[in-house]
């Protein structure tokens, strides 16, 4: 194809070459690849601009992000920052039979899933100590003058006011729930008290407190509680298995055919002076032996979400809880005791016999250390026992204390008890059960069945003398006294026994631990008692920081997208400067052309051609 020539036309540095056929209607070459460039600058502006506004919202930045950037961890054991904003605070107030204590709790923002509960924490002081406060007598002994109810409680209240930032009291809400004490009141004056409370506490305090947030909680309320609390703590309610035993659910209310599987949760037994707690996650549904056991079973199976989302089934539980009064260490003692002074007492009037009524003459009692002598009863009934350290025939004995029926599954007092999967399950023993092991055995923490009741054959046999010679010598516990030491022979058997025959598991069972502390912190049913009572919190986070993101993304598009049409702007006039320049340079190119050949201007104007024009090939 032919080129033209504008050697005359342009000077030796501005020497292009086009397509012959369409040179006469295009603009001067200079001209055009400027405004080439300028197009294509403009072009790309105008896709970079579509591209950020219309296909990278804010919401891209995704609310797990945006939540941990703002969020505090809060630890177990580093004091807790009052003046960190993003901070919340709980409270709970146990209202015991002997006393009340309060306990204050904080946890960060929920970080946007609704499949993960709360990171609630016990708040700490800044010597890292628990913020706790204890309380005497219990909140019962107001029963009588219910007007004072509120004095009572003013100083566990005045407590938390202190420790809590004061723009946090009113999103911080206030529990005050009642336990054993309480439950032995008459009802009118169990409601004169609460009366009390919800009438005074709201003039002058100002944390989130309605009526429901004070009330006397039931046995099976306080198991559920308690059971929450230690599973939190041991991570179980996070289902990412990270190698961790699995068990499969037949979630409760669900449709779903196939079993859920996750983490498997741990089992509760808790053993204190006067009842006996079990707790654990039924996880298949429950079949009955009668219409009489499906009847009970309705006061003692607990179905919850502990989850935000009630259309999630993460943290669907059936949880069985049942409390035995009287089935404590110290009451089982005392019924022992009784029965061995009514049976004593009727055999001496029929045989005409003064056994135990001198220290000469003593009943021998199996469950006290070898050579032991004691007084039981009352000063008007009082009986001289003697120990005769005899561990086997301890555990026989009281084995009629349990209570047990032939009816299948059941347990203690014939109570309905689920079959417990025993191959893939997993239980913490609390109080009694920690003491039993420990405090004079040594032998808390993994339980063996074997070689405890070897230690407790040992402990039981051995002289009363010898016992208070090691006891002086500091080699046991530095917790354990000489009431532990005098009744250890009983409540090593008494453990065994409920353990083994009341809630039937077997003798070689490995998966039990005794223990104080849950990695090395005390866990208080309260601690479960507020992680289900703000199980709905995280939703008023999650729809508050939609709220935010959907303003901020607007105030950032609005911004965002001004700062673009700027650069656009900014396009627009360096293209016209560009066009303005090319004119001007176009004007000058005319004038050269018409000192170099008058009859070309025409031709550049009109574009028509000149056969007179050189070609060059």
């Known amino acids: 194809m032919g080129r033209i020539s504008f050697s005359c036309l342009f000077p030796a540095a501005w020497h292009f070459s086009l397509p012959s056929q369409i040179l006469p209607r295009l603009l001067p070459p200079s001209f055009r690849q400027l405004l080439f460039v300028g197009l294509l600058l403009f072009l790309l502006g105008t896709l970079y601009l579509l591209l950020v506004t219309g296909k990278l919202p804010a919401s891209w930045i995704t609310k797990e992000n945006h939540f941990h950037s703002h969020m505090a961890r809060v630890t177990d054991v580093d004091a807790t920052d009052a ?288 050579d032991l002598q004691d007084q039981i009863g009352t000063p008007e009934q009082k009986l001289h026992v003697l120990g005769t350290g005899d561990f086997d025939r301890c555990r026989h004995k009281l084995h009629s204390f349990l209570n047990h029926t032939s009816e299948t599954q059941t347990s203690l007092n014939g109570i309905f008890q689920p079959a417990i999967d025993y191959n893939n399950s997993q239980f913490y023993g609390f109080s009694e059960f920690y003491y039993c092991t420990e405090d004079v055995l040594r032998m808390g923490g993994d339980y063996n069945a074997s070689k405890y009741t070897q230690a407790a054959k040992s402990y039981c046999a051995t002289q009363w003398k010898t016992l208070r010679e090691r006891f002086d010598s500091g080699l046991y516990a530095s917790h354990a006294d000489l009431h532990r030491l005098q009744y250890q022979c009983f409540k090593s058997a008494w453990m065994y026994e409920v353990l083994h025959s009341g809630f039937s598991f077997p003798t070689d069972y490995k998966n039990l631990k005794t223990v104080f502390l849950v990695y090395d912190k005390e866990v208080q049913w309260t601690l479960g008692a507020i992680l289900f009572r703000t199980r709905f919190l995280p939703l008023r986070d999650i729809q508050q920081e939609s709220l935010k993101g959907v303003h901020s993304h607007w105030r950032h598009s609005f911004s965002f997208v001004n700062n673009h049409y700027l650069f656009l702007v900014c396009i627009f006039i360096v293209l016209l400067s560009i066009i303005l320049y090319m004119l001007r340079l176009r004007r000058i190119h005319r004038r050269a052309a018409q000192r170099c050949s008058p009859s070309f201007v025409p031709w550049l104007e009109e574009g028509l051609g000149s056969p007179t024009l050189p070609i060059n090939l």
């Open 83 to 370: 003046t960190n904003p993003d901070l919340n605070y709980g409270l709970v107030v146990d209202c015991g039979s002997s006393g009340s204590r309060m306990y204050v709790y904080c946890w960060p923002s929920h970080n946007g899933n609704p499949r993960k509960l709360l990171d609630i924490r016990q708040m700490r002081d800044q010597n890292r100590k628990s913020v706790v406060m204890k309380i005497k007598p219990g909140i019962s002994k107001m029963a009588q003058t219910p007007e004072k109810a509120s004095d009572y409680i003013y100083p566990l209240l005045s407590f938390a006011a202190e420790h809590i930032p004061k723009n946090k009291h009113i999103e911080t809400p206030l529990y005050i729930l009642c336990t054993a004490g309480m439950r032995i009141l008459p009802e009118s004056q169990q409601e004169a008290i609460l009366e009390d409370l919800r009438t005074d506490i709201p003039v002058h305090f100002n944390f989130l407190f309605s009526d429901s947030h004070v009330e006397v909680i039931s046995g099976k309320q306080e198991g559920v509680y308690a059971w929450i609390g230690i599973n939190f703590v041991l991570g179980k309610f996070n289902h990412a298995h990270n190698g961790d035993a699995v068990v499969e659910v037949n979630v409760p209310g669900s449709d779903q055919q196939e079993a859920l599987v996750r983490k498997r949760t741990a089992g509760v037994l808790d053993m204190g002076g006067v009842s006996t707690q079990i707790a654990f996650e039924v996880p298949k549904t429950v079949s009955f032996a009668s219409p009489q056991q499906e009847e009970m079973a309705k006061n003692l199976l607990a179905e919850f979400n502990l989850g935000c989302d009630a259309h999630q089934t993460d943290h669907v539980y059936r949880v069985y809880v049942s409390t035995f009064l009287g089935f404590g260490g110290n009451a089982a003692r005392q019924r022992y005791e009784d029965n061995l002074i009514k049976n004593t007492t009727t055999r001496n009037k029929l045989l005409g016999q003064h056994v135990g009524e001198m220290a000469e003459s003593p009943v021998l009692d199996p469950c006290l250390p070898a």
